[in-house]
């Protein structure tokens, strides 16, 4: 009982906060047109569409080819419920219960179905209005929408003036103090120290200060304090290892088919490559060259020819079915992963959309898709069998390093450039069985400014696709880089859609900020370190979440920044700081998740103490942590984890085993070392768990239950306080 009251009270006592809100109808709509869209022109429109009737050849009276038709449905009323797949005809007939199959020759495989369900589950979105049309198989114009912000170079504007020239410490300020004078608001006060060091440390590192660190910090009387605690994290290898895992959400990282769990055994390399790639601070542009196209780039030495290799990976990592029996289907839908990968990833954009038709609301045509499709195509990277394989390739070593190895030598997942060179090719309605005209390879003409790109004969394009989307020139990449950098630090990116940038995400919030923080990026050679210091050392990234003034009721989304967003700990952060506290954290960098001769994911428990970038990732089984608290999904492009505040986290925190022995195993450290008295004891708890010193109300509750617990219980009396603290919303947010 004591326990039971002291948790409550610190409950209590927590502050109270809510996640920010999340865009949904986008991201539905994007599933609909890449998951469920293609399976219908595929299996289903030659019978259910309106070109199927003016054929006489329409089965049931029941047209799929546009919402009015599906929600209508046919002779045995309407294919789907949104919201109720156990009550839709559509997922009957594809489940092929009793008489109703469909397709008639044979069943989907089961994950066909399941997105099906999902699809209808999650409310049916279809944005189609009308029957579509086939894809157009000829080359035109990027129809009207290019006008839009985001195709259009960044603009170099001057900071606006400001009322109170004394706060901004530079632009950053400036640009966002304007909009709050605009609004009659002013920026809260800059938060405490022990806020400010731990609020630095998670976003740089991912990981808590220690108690020495906090104290240093605060009773360092230099002006320059908090710039020398910035660099010092900058220069810290934990900084690779928490911007790398940021870059490995949005590379879709996954260790592991869904299908059958089949491990992909050389990932880790591509891993280890992003994080030393963050730590080197490789310049972003290099950076994604080398992800495009570094089999291609001459290397000056062989490290560099190694790492280029691995890096091509991020192409290969899509969560592929290696058994699909029809070799060409699975060629183009892999394709279609990569296409999917490069446009959200580097350029925000849904260029998969545009697969069967032109895309509905971007200047995207499906010429453009299939331009870019046509340099893909050309960069094998399966061998097929009954169940296809990836190709390996052996990374250049050096003869020491060769003897050193097994008999097999270092492996990395490779691409093969085609010995023949062949033009893109438009296919109808997306589907591989109905080529219509070639169109020449290339890449979006809405984010391109001149006539066509002119590509070798002899080579894919990938090189030259990947000089585009990494130059200056190329007015979406640096501002999505940006975007992201500015997400991963407040919360919420300048464009709170950070995986789209089309017409259907939204607006930036602060354009002539973006475009500023995206020139002054390039002008600083891509260097990411140099685009977070020039964001965390501005007074807005170190104000307080408390309100200065009534910034809540005039914005309440807090888009104008006039305070810090408290933001929830994502899984990782949240596994390494309990690790930390206890003790059992282990810092060893790199090297492989699992060993080398696990054959599928099924069954495998990690007991790694390593950080949470190292864990294993796989799709079919992620540790119960990293589910509960919102790890991004493995097989998507995840630009903004949800940051959800369930009851299953709570019950998490309670009752999880490793929870329990991590609260034994700090307890244990707290009651090893020296201390003056259980108050002194109390201090480091909670310097060590929740960066800062108790309040008085907080000491003084815990020591009065520490004064009501046993002798010899100390140690069963002090898990209960640390394990109240990880239960703590003061633990989980910054």
Known sequence: MPRLLFLATVFLLAPGWSAPLQEVDADEVEFFERKIRPVLVEHCYACH????????????????????????????????????????????????????RMPPKGKLPDEVVADFVAWVQRGAADPRSEPSSPARDVEKAPPAGRDHWAYQPPVDAPPPPVRDASWPVGAIDQFLLARLEAAGLRPAVEAD???????LSFDLTGLPPTPEEIDSFIHDPAPVAYERLVDRLLGSPHFGERWGRHWLDVARFGESLTLRGLVLKEAWRYRDYVINAFNADLPFDQFLREQIAGD????????????????????????????????AQLEM??????????????????IACARCHDHKFDPIPTADYYALAGILHNAKALKHDNVSKWIEAPLPTSPEREAAVASRGDMAMSLVESSVITEGRILVRGSVHSPGSPVRRGWLRAASRGGPPSLPSDQSGRRE???????????????????????????????????????????PSHPELLDWLAIRFVEDGWSIKSLVRRIVLSRTYRLASVDASNGRAIDPENRLLGRANRRRLDAECLRDAMLSASGRLR???????????LAADYGFLSRDSRRGVYEPVFRNALPALFTVFDFADPSMVVGRRDASIVAPQALFLMNNPFVLEQARHAARRLLAEPAADASDRLGTAYLRVLGRAPTESERRITLDFLARSSAEDDEEAWSHVVHALFESADFRSL
Request: without cysteine; charged residues 30%; glycine residues 10%.
């Open 49 to 100: 569409s309106v070109e199927s009737s003016t054929r006489k050849k329409l089965r049931g009276g029941l047209k799929l080819d546009s919402r009015e038709g599906l929600l209508r449905g046919g002779d045995g009323g309407p294919a789907v419920e949104p919201g109720k797949p156990d009550e839709s005809l559509l997922i009957a007939a594809l489940r092929h219960d009793d008489d109703l």
């Open 193 to 199: 120290r022990a806020t400010l060091i731990r609020r």
């Open 296 to 327: 291609l780039l001459p290397a000056a030495d062989l490290e560099s020819q190694r790492r280029r290799r691995i890096a091509v990976t991020f192409l290969l990592l899509g969560n592929t079915n290696l058994e699909e029996q029809d070799k």
């Open 333 to 350: 839908d892999f394709v279609d992963e990569q296409i999917d990968v490069i446009g959200k990833a580097i350029l925000a954009q849904t």
């Open 465 to 507: 696709l990947a000089d585009w989307l990494a130059s200056a020139d190329n007015p979406l990449t640096a501002r999505v880089i940006a975007n992201r950098a500015w997400h991963w630090l407040f919360g919420a990116g300048l464009v709170r859609t950070t995986d789209n940038f089309g017409t259907t995400g939204e607006a």
């Open 587 to 597: 810092h060893e960098m790199g090297g492989r998740s699992f060993p080398p001769d």
